[in-house]
């Protein structure tokens, strides 16, 4: 039996507080680490307490990481560097510009300076911020992130970290396979990696309510001629895949998560090989 959670039904000022506030922290850990090509410098993670940038190296003459926290059981944002750390009070009704100029601030404080874009986060819409909505989001990220965790390891080969995107706020993990996909940009020819992407979003203009989807790129509409479990459907709206609500996996306390995953998988990753 899983644990209890929560239904997430209710919070939908307090997440988009929380994905504001986490593009703060993205645009800080985009600015201070190296380019990966996929785009993995800009993500955060889970830890027991909330979402982190994991530390980032800092190379001046301190030579001490840095990690930026938003710590969801104390309700603040702490930046944290070797013994010296600054905070702010996420509950204090800063709008993203304002988080971002006063972090920017404290983090010169601890001696780190660097080329900020707030086009990233900048956004002068009141914020507000409720502990308790801002906690059942901690219980839930934490669980499918283990949930996640486990599904990629069970379902095995090439598969990437799991990850908190600040851009749309939904958690994932990628799981690739050995086909190449040719594209063009920029007129130059380049090749990517095929992939199903496994994620959860807590809602938004596609699916209002907060949801499980997998993705394989490229899509082949033969997938869809396949049953998926339970209550997952097929989706091919603003995106192509296979989507199952949170509110099912909350109240069916089994495997149903780890269904979807291992049957999206089944299903899409033969065409996905080379």
């Given at each position: 039996?899983?644990?209890?959670?929560?239904?997430?039904?209710?919070g939908?000022?307090?997440?988009?507080?929380?994905?504001?506030?986490?593009?703060?922290?993205?645009?800080?850990?985009?600015?201070?680490?190296?380019?990966?090509?996929?785009?993995?410098?800009?993500?955060?993670?889970?830890?027991?307490?909330?979402?982190?940038?994991?530390?980032?190296?800092?190379?001046?003459?301190?030579?001490?990481?840095?990690?930026?926290?938003?710590?969801?059981?104390?309700?603040?944002?702490?930046?944290?560097?070797?013994?010296?750390?600054?905070?702010?009070?996420?509950?204090?009704?800063?709008?993203?510009?304002?988080?971002?100029?006063?972090?920017?601030?404290?983090?010169?404080?601890?001696?780190?300076?660097?080329?900020?874009?707030?086009?990233?986060?900048?956004?002068?819409?009141?914020?507000?911020?409720?502990?308790?909505s801002?906690?059942?989001?901690?219980?839930?990220?934490?669980?499918?992130?283990?949930?996640?965790?486990?599904?990629?390891?069970?379902?095995?080969?090439?598969?990437?970290?799991?990850?908190?995107?600040?851009?749309?706020?939904?958690?994932?993990?990628?799981?690739?396979?050995?086909?190449?996909?040719?594209?063009?940009?920029?007129?130059?020819?380049?090749?990517?990696?095929?992939?199903i992407?496994?994620?959860?979003s807590?809602?938004?203009?596609?699916?209002?309510?907060?949801?499980?989807?997998?993705?394989?790129?490229?899509?082949?509409?033969?997938?869809?001629?396949?049953?998926?479990?339970?209550?997952?459907?097929?989706?091919?709206?603003?995106?192509?895949?296979?989507?199952?609500?949170?509110?099912?996996?909350?109240?069916?306390?089994?495997?149903?998560?780890e269904?979807?995953?291992?049957?999206?998988?089944?299903?899409a990753?033969?065409?996905?090989?080379?």
């Amino acid at each position: 039996m899983t644990e209890m959670l929560p239904t997430l039904l209710e919070g939908a000022t307090t997440r988009d507080t929380l994905h504001r506030y986490c593009k703060v922290a993205g645009a800080v850990r985009r600015a201070l680490s190296p380019s990966h090509p996929l785009w993995w410098h800009i993500s955060l993670a889970t830890y027991s307490e909330g979402l982190t940038t994991t530390p980032i190296e800092i190379s001046d003459h301190a030579g001490t990481d840095l990690e930026i926290r938003l710590n969801l059981r104390r309700h603040r944002l702490e930046i944290v560097r070797g013994s010296e750390s600054r905070e702010l009070d996420l509950t204090a009704g800063l709008t993203a510009t304002e988080l971002g100029e006063r972090s920017t601030q404290l983090l010169a404080d601890l001696g780190v300076e660097g080329e900020f874009d707030a086009s990233h986060y900048a956004d002068d819409g009141a914020r507000l911020y409720d502990p308790g909505s801002a906690e059942e989001y901690l219980l839930a990220v934490r669980w499918v992130a283990s949930r996640f965790a486990r599904a990629a390891q069970e379902i095995g080969g090439d598969t990437g970290p799991v990850q908190l995107w600040p851009h749309h706020f939904d958690l994932s993990f990628e799981w690739f396979g050995t086909r190449r996909v040719e594209s063009e940009k920029g007129g130059e020819g380049d090749a990517a990696r095929a992939q199903i992407g496994f994620g959860f979003s807590l809602g938004d203009e596609s699916v209002s309510q907060p949801y499980f989807y997998a993705s394989p790129w490229p899509f082949d509409q033969q997938v869809t001629s396949r049953e998926l479990p339970h209550t997952a459907t097929w989706y091919q709206d603003s995106w192509q895949g296979a989507l199952l609500m949170y509110k099912a996996v909350a109240a069916e306390r089994g495997t149903l998560l780890e269904d979807f995953i291992r049957e999206v998988h089944a299903v899409a990753a033969p065409g996905l090989a080379a």
